[in-house]
């Protein structure tokens, strides 16, 4: 919430702090605003942002300041008029959430979090019985083939601009990559999950053309593995969901092994480059993504950044060189280009390749040196 806790009550404070730090996926708050407005710097009332289908909702939230015992209302997507959650089937065993409403407890900060979680269950349950209703044969034996899978949300978006389509988001892999990683920072699970888009017709092919397909996973999974190195199987003539996701997951099961295993290769790079340069002066410690070492050509001292990627060997580090001694006319220490044009080769046992950066530097610093006092100088 940054910094606008002194302008929110305290008790929707509390419900919103509770909502952000203990909901299972990441929610963010677009804007607040005051209902007062005779006072606008009371904040009552916010747009939330909530993660559904590989995208996000946007569900405004009102409270009213001078009614604490009041709960608040909720306003949906204009997109959404027919979403109704207190007139539909419960989509989750009944906890009764109606009672966040009608007894309301404004001094208890978790009503706001059941809230939001009972009525995102709802909001699946209707975007699946939207998709369901819609008058495409592909669409319906699809979905029967993977309707069982756990975890499967799925959206249909209708606008004037552009033709009907429905979008599946597939969680894949039943592996706990978060697990798999010791000392692993990240605060909520790691997953990776398929994007399937269909365009709807109304009319079933004997061959259909395969629908758009794209791997998805959150910004911090790149620490480790990168989706976007990953070539998607091919989708074969005929071929539905609940055949092509099998081979996917295997392949992807692979690939995350492999990564996994490679955080120690890594390591044990750093390890390497450690016994020539001396202990590091900082390092990633979880993911060996990048250490820094201090180094000195006769007089002339400077850091080595090393930035090692995801796929180290087959890909070599990159290295920026800082001087410790010339600065810009901003006052910030000169540094070199990334570099990665020096002798490298994947197949080099890992003592010969932190050897070779070595020699590489012995050189190279001596070029920098140079261009740090030609820098100082302009």
């Known amino acids: 919430m940054?910094?606008?806790?002194?302008?929110?009550?305290?008790?929707?404070?509390?419900?919103?702090?509770?909502?952000?730090?203990h909901f299972p996926?990441?929610?963010?708050?677009?804007?607040m605003w005051s209902s007062d407005k005779y006072n606008s710097t009371?904040?009552?009332?916010?747009?939330?942002?909530?993660?559904?289908?590989?995208?996000?909702?946007k569900w405004d939230i009102i409270y009213n300041a001078d009614s604490p015992s009041t709960a608040p209302d909720f306003i949906f997507g204009p997109e959404d008029c027919d979403f109704h959650p207190f007139h539909m089937a419960s989509s989750v065993e009944p906890t009764q959430p109606n009672n966040s409403f009608n007894d309301w407890n404004y001094k208890d900060p978790s009503r706001l979090l059941n809230l939001v979680q009972y009525l995102r269950d709802q909001y699946v349950l209707y975007q699946?019985?939207?998709?369901?209703?819609?008058d495409d044969d592909r669409l319906k034996f699809e979905i029967s083939t993977i309707i069982s899978r756990e975890g499967i949300e799925m959206h249909l978006t209708s606008s004037a601009e552009k033709p009907e389509e429905v979008k599946f988001a597939v969680p894949l892999m039943d592996m706990n990559i978060n697990k798999m990683v010791p000392s692993c920072p990240w605060r909520y699970s790691q997953k990776i999950y398929l994007q399937v888009v269909y365009p709807v017709g109304r009319i079933y092919l004997s061959a259909p053309s395969a629908p758009r397909l794209k791997l998805v996973?959150?910004?911090?999974?790149?620490?480790?593995?990168?989706?976007d190195d990953i070539k998607l199987p091919p989708w074969l003539d005929g071929m539905c969901l609940a055949e092509y996701l099998p081979n996917l997951e295997e392949y992807l099961e692979k690939q995350v092994l492999e990564a996994v295993s490679l955080v120690d290769v890594r390591r044990h790079f750093i390890e390497a480059l450690a016994c020539l340069f001396g202990r590091p002066v900082e390092a990633d410690p979880v993911f060996c993504r990048k250490a820094?070492?201090?180094?000195?050509s006769g007089v002339f001292t400077f850091l080595v950044h090393i930035i090692i990627p995801t796929q180290f060997p087959k890909q070599q580090p990159a290295l920026m060189l800082q001087s410790s001694q010339h600065f810009n006319a901003?006052?910030?220490?000169?540094?070199?280009?990334?570099?990665?044009?020096y002798p490298w080769s994947p197949r080099w046992e890992i003592p010969l390749m932190a050897e070779r950066i070595c020699e590489f530097l012995a050189d190279e610093a001596l070029n920098f040196k140079r261009q740090?006092?030609?820098?100082?100088?302009q």
């Open 372 to 377: 740090c006092s030609e820098g100082q100088l």
């Open 2 to 21: 940054g910094g606008v806790t002194d302008t929110v009550p305290p008790f929707i404070a509390a419900h919103l702090t509770h909502l952000l730090s």
């Open 25 to 31: 996926l990441t929610l963010k708050v677009q804007q």
């Open 330 to 341: 901003q006052m910030a220490p000169i540094k070199s280009r990334l570099i990665s044009d």
């Open 42 to 57: 009371l904040f009552d009332r916010f747009t939330l942002l909530i993660p559904y289908c590989l995208d996000f909702i």
């Open 128 to 134: 699946r019985k939207r998709v369901e209703a819609v």
């Open 292 to 296: 820094t070492f201090l180094s000195a």
């Open 217 to 227: 996973s959150s910004p911090e999974l790149k620490a480790l593995f990168s989706i």
